[in-house]
């Protein structure tokens, strides 16, 4: 089954819940979320929306660090995964976990702007104002829920990441691993956030290994208690989430 994102009007503010007592003790209110790298450090954490590399093309408002942070049951999940991957040579890397709910506010804005300037890689064949209603982005994320996490493999050793900057040519995150963003991770099929029906999980037109390495990450977390989003490969939900009614706002630092 997938976790298929509720359509529903975009929300001016979270619905909740920067007030709840924290539940841990570092320094950074985090409220019960905790960083990933505090449960398993040797999950690599690669935070697209801190950076310039994402489908937008600027950090995005509420991520203050290159941070991971989750639900406890999320990320305990994500270690038992970490550990049943160590054998074969492989490493989790997170490219979103917790989203605050103004981050999504941010993309709500930017999808009713002019702004194409990443088109070339992350939506190459869809108009911008497609990507909300054809389910690419959602309005209410479960990403804000904290339970909700973005993610690859990576081959251990970590082979070196290359860096986006920004203004650099793009390729489309369609184009055949060696010509698409250098992105240290397996083959996937497509790069991350490639807003495409390449990136559906169980699209029979991607090619070996890349297929191969879909399945196994899915039914990895799957074993681990995650649903697998049907359009992203990359995306997945913790079942028997937590706080599945509540969408905080907390930034991510
Ligand atoms: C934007 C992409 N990384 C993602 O997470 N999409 C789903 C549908 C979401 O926004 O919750
Ligand atoms: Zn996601």
């Not at 529903?8 to 790298?37: F, K, M």
């Not at 990136?199 to 390495?213: D, M, S």
């Amino acid at each position: 089954c997938s976790d298929t994102p509720p359509p529903s009007a975009p929300p001016t503010q979270a619905t909740t819940s920067t007030t709840a007592a924290p539940t841990t003790t570092t320094a950074a209110n985090t409220g019960p979320l905790v960083s990933v790298q505090d449960v398993d450090p040797s999950i690599l954490v690669e935070a697209r929306y801190f950076t310039d590399h994402n489908f937008v093309g600027e950090r995005i408002e509420g991520y203050e660090a290159n941070k991971c942070l989750l639900m406890p049951q999320a990320a305990e999940g994500l270690k038992r995964v970490q550990a049943e991957l160590k054998p074969k040579s492989l490493s989790l890397k997170v490219y979103d976990c917790y989203r605050p709910q103004r981050a999504v506010n941010h993309f709500v804005r930017w999808a009713k702007n002019a702004d194409t300037r990443m088109k070339g890689e992350f939506y190459p064949t869809l108009g911008k104002d497609r990507l909300f209603p054809d389910g690419y982005i959602a309005d209410r994320s479960g990403h804000s829920r904290g339970s909700t996490v973005d993610l690859t493999l990576v081959a251990v050793p970590p082979p070196p990441q290359a860096q986006y900057r920004a203004g650099d040519a793009l390729v489309s995150c369609t184009a055949p691993k060696e010509r698409r963003f250098a992105d240290n991770s397996v083959d996937m099929g497509t790069g991350y956030d490639c807003f495409d029906k390449l990136a559906h999980t169980a699209n029979p037109a991607v090619g070996q290994p890349a297929q191969a390495n879909r399945v196994l990450l899915k039914s990895l977390m799957d074993k681990h208690g995650f649903t697998n989003y049907a359009q992203e490969w990359w995306h997945f939900t913790l079942r028997g989430e937590p706080h599945p009614e509540t969408y905080f706002d907390l930034p991510v630092r």
